[in-house]
């Protein structure tokens, strides 16, 4: 066997589970999997906000009512969650053009999905403090 | 041993190129995502958690920002940039799932129906919008 072959033989060993291909169950494909996810919700969720949105040629009394439910604790809930949803497609997307297009990306992206899962953390714990502080106070702490 | 190795770039698979349709789609979610992290990272920071975030927002807080063409310009570009990208997305989504062509093509119908609504509405009320419209 020559040495490109037996190298390849190895890293589809590593990079398999009995199934013999290098993507199926590996992170990079979870990483996929996520950001198909993440984009039809956002792409959905759009739809909505534009409607919404669109209350301000209504009336700003019709704007208004809606934006209040957005102000009520499980809404602001789900609120967080599309944000941490939007930011990794974001950061996801960003690694992904730099697999397509960076010479290094293509070598470094399982190190570039830790970077990135790293990133989506520092950002969301503050981020989530900011989205629910206000609610979190009124809800428990009476005023 | 047999090693059942995906080959995508075997040449014995047949050429399945028409024209370049799906080369500038690939190139313009590329592109249309580098635009959006500046445009909707930007707007969500602004929206949600600066100052207040939502909490804040209401009519007369859309009625301060669409004063400035800047930011009109802003959510325009994000609107139309966002709604193409994402639509653009879905309709992958579409090719790779639905498994009768006309189930596949009602969803694309559906689809570009409703990205002609969300684009045409959005752009009106960006264009048309007025303070000074009556409370009720
Ligand atoms: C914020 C910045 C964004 C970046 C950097 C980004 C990046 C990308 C990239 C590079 C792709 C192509 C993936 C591929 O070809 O393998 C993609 C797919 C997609 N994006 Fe985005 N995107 C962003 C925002 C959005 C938004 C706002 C939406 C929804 C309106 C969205 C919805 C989608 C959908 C539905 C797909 C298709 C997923 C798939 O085929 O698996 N993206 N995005």
Redesign the pocket.
Same mark, same amino acid.
């Given at each position: 066997m020559s040495d490109s072959a037996s190298a390849t033989e190895k890293v589809a060993a590593r990079g398999s589970r009995r199934t013999g291909t290098l993507y199926r169950g590996d992170p990079g494909m979870w990483s996929?999997v996520a950001?198909?996810i993440t984009?039809?919700l956002?792409?959905f969720f759009?739809f909505a906000h534009v409607l919404d949105t669109a209350l301000v040629r209504v009336s700003p009394n019709a704007y208004d009512e809606v934006i209040e439910t957005y102000k009520t604790p499980i809404v602001n809930l789900i609120e967080v969650g599309l944000v941490g949803a939007?930011l990794y497609?974001?950061l996801n997307?960003?690694r992904?053009?730099l697999v397509d297009f960076w010479s290094k990306g293509p070598r470094l992206q399982k190190p570039m999905l830790w970077t990135i899962l790293g990133i989506w953390v520092v950002v969301m714990v503050p981020g989530a403090y900011f989205m629910l502080e206000r609610t979190v106070r009124e809800l428990f702490g009476g005023n | 041993m047999t090693l059942a190795l995906d080959k995508p770039r075997s040449p014995r698979r047949p050429a399945a190129r028409r024209g370049n349709f799906e080369l500038a789609s690939?190139l313009f979610?590329?592109i249309s $995502? @580098?635009a959006?992290?500046i445009l909707?990272?930007g707007h969500l920071l602004i929206m949600n958690i600066l100052d207040g975030g939502v909490h804040r927002i209401n009519f007369a807080f859309v009625a301060g920002r669409w004063s400035s063409p800047f930011w009109q310009f802003w959510d325009l570009s994000m609107l139309w940039l966002?709604?193409i990208?994402?639509g653009n $997305? @879905?309709r992958?989504?579409i090719n790779d799932y639905a498994r009768k062509d006309a189930t596949r093509f009602w969803l694309k119908i559906m689809l570009y129906v409703s990205m002609v609504l969300i684009l045409a509405l959005g752009s009106y009320v960006i264009f048309t919008f007025d303070a000074t419209i009556p409370a009720n």
């Open positions: 996929w950001h198909r984009g039809v956002t792409f759009l939007v497609h974001a997307g960003l992904v053009l | 690939w979610m590329r $995502g @580098l959006l992290i909707v990272l966002a709604e990208h994402g $997305g @879905l992958t989504v």
